[in-house]
Structure formats: structure tokens, C-alpha cells
């Protein structure tokens, strides 16, 4: 096997000389070695979700309703875990999802997930909140696959040019995220008063972008009357300002003089998120690009038939990890009634609360033709940076190849209900 039998015993032969993994598998583990590592901001922004964090927890606790049932004596020496999306094939059935402000994990963790996700041919999805732009990226990456992540903005202008920029970098699918044309309520991040993007963060696919480089300009020098966005002005304030122009590209002393870093930030915060984003706007999109577009945050059968109806290619079921509304249903159960009434002819992805490669195999026997992977690599990540995103993915991969030959499945796409009770 590529990945279950040889990690295992390489994990075993290790432990005889005293050695345990650097990068936990158990995923509880994993998040409270990564807290070690994470500053007490960083931590907050990646595990917090929306309000009480109700919709996080009924993400994890949906895959108990779902049981398998196995025969036995029909273990398989071998493991096909290939499956094929939109005309393409690819090696496994994982795809690293969308995490903006990874470096907040990892200085340049953008660069070090492509790095991990090429070397293991899982799909990357650069997301929009990036803190490297898609283009280093995909320098790195050779031939890896990767995708694009889109926050559809309120200029058109900067759509159209994001989309651009993806196809030169060789990504094969946009994905447009539908469940945050506003920021949800998270109280973790709140209480401590900290959003990265005020701080220069986790916008680098903007300041790379010649489009919003204008509107940028455009703004430099106006007045913003909003009180409400303006901070009291103390030293705290002033530091946060100059790390701020030190972030930002370009020279420190003109990012200071001409205000231009700091223009840039309130420009992101204004145009970055259109809340009045509705279905027909796919067809704009769909004109911009050959490529495929998926769409993700679908939670019900009658959104992914709206979806489809609207010329989307895939979607993705997924409710954001639990951080856009508190106390939603699981995205499993979702993912289940979609399934059920729109068939296995369409192409659905899955994302929320997977934590092991059992996960994995539930979503995917209940119909998801490939699985999203979040939180967990960027826990690896803060832990040991590339390695411990391969660590975490390896992990995933072990563990589906070693469960699915003890179920008897050969290949992934043979799963389907009949494993499940």
C-alpha cells in the first residue's frame, strides 16, 4: 500500500527507539499540541467558529448517527484511491480547502501547504484571504494541482481580474464561497478585538492585483467620516500602524508617508464581501471563464438544485467549519438529504468537521465525490510547517487505505450506502 501500511510501520519501527510522531494523529491531540505554537489570536481565529460554537460541535457529532456495517474475509492487498472531477483525474480523494491567514500559523504557510499539497498531489485551493499571492504559489507548485477560492466583491472589475490571474496559474476550477457576504458573529475573535485583515493580513491576493492597486489610488486622500472605523489613537494604535506598513508591499517610508497601506486595508474592508450576491450573478461569472465553477456553502437540496439550475459545475456542502451561523444542523446530515434527492449524477464535495480518515470515508460513501480538509493541516502546519501539513495528510490517507482494505473496498468509488447503518 503507498500509504497505510507503510506509515504504520514506520511509526511503530520509530516508536522502538523511543520516538513518537512530532505531529500528533489523534485530531484533539493534534489541536492541543498546535495551541502551543499558535499565539492566543492566531488560535482563536482558526478554531472559533460563529456564536456558542454549536454548529462546530454538531459537525464532529453528526458522523456518530452514521455506523459502518462490514463483511468480513474480504480484505484487499491493495487500495485504488483515485477519482476523477470534472475530466481530470487525481490521486486521492482529499483537497486542502481554502484557509486565508495562514501565516498566522506558519511565516510564508501559504508557500509551505502548496509545497506539501504538490509533493502529495492533493489539490490545493488558494484561498482569497491569502497571505502569499496565487502566483507564488503556483510557481512552487510545478505541476500540482490547485484551484481558486473566490469572495465574489463588490467591483466586478477585480472578479473578473482574480479569475484571470487563476487561469494563468493553471488553476483548474474556481470555487466562489457563497456563506460569507458578511462576517459571521465569533466571539472568540471579538473578545480579544483582533480581525488580521485590519492588520495587513491575509489580503495578499488584493495588494498583488492591479485592479485594486487602482482602487487603492482612487481612494488615497478621502475622507472617511465613519467614526465607528476609526480606533482611538493611542501607542497601541500607532504600532499596529507601522507593522501594518511594514507588512504591506512596497517601501516601508512611502507605505507610511503616502497612507497607501492603510487606504489599502479600508478599501479591502469595504469591496471585499457583497452581500447582495444572488444566484443570477453566476452567469456573470460563468462568462468570464471556461474553467469549472463550483460553488460552496450548500446546505439544502433546493440551493444545490438553484445551483445547478444556474450553470454551476460542482458544489460544495459545507456550512464553513461552524464559523459563519451558530447553532446550524451537521454538514453530514446536509450532505445526506442533498444526495438523497438529487442523485449521484451531479458533482457534490464535502467540507465541515472531518477529523480522520473515517470521516472521509462516511462522507464519501454517502455520496460526495471528494472531501474537503481544513483545520486539521493548518494545526499541522503551526506545528512543523510543510512537514506537518504532510504529516496531517498522510495521516488522513493512512488511515483511509488501512479502513477501506479491512471493509473489503478496493477503490473509492466503490463506496456507497450499502457500508453504512
Known sequence: MKYGVITQKARYTSGMAGKKPKVPVDFNKL???????LSKKAFAYVAGGAGTE???KANQTVFD???????????TPSVDLQISL???RYDTPLLAAPIGVLDLAFKDGDLA?????????????FSNQASSPMEECSRIMANGPRWFQLYWSKSDKLVQSLVERAERCNCEAIVVTLDTTLLGWRPRDLDLGYLPFLHGKGIAQYSSDPIFQEIVRKNQGKTNNDNNSKPPVNLTTVWNLLKLCHHYPGSFWNNLRS????TAVKTFIDIYMRPELRWEDLKRLRAMTSLPVIVKGIQTAADARLAFDHGVNGIIVSNHGGRQIDGGVGALTCLDEIIQELGSDKTVLFDSGIRSGADVIKALALGANAVLIGRPFVYGLAIDGQSGVEAVLINFLAEIELQLSLMGVDSVDKLDRKYLM
Open 31 to 37: 489541536e492541543e499540541k498546535a495551541k502551543a505554537f
Open 54 to 56: 454549536k454548529t462546530i
Open 65 to 75: 448517527e452514521y455506523q459502518f456495517k462490514c463483511p468480513m474475509m474480504q480484505s
Open 86 to 88: 470534472f475530466g481530470k
Open 113 to 125: 501547504v502548496a509545497r506539501a499539497c504538490s509533493k502529495l498531489r492533493i489539490p490545493m485551493i
Open 259 to 262: 497612507g497607501r497601506a492603510l
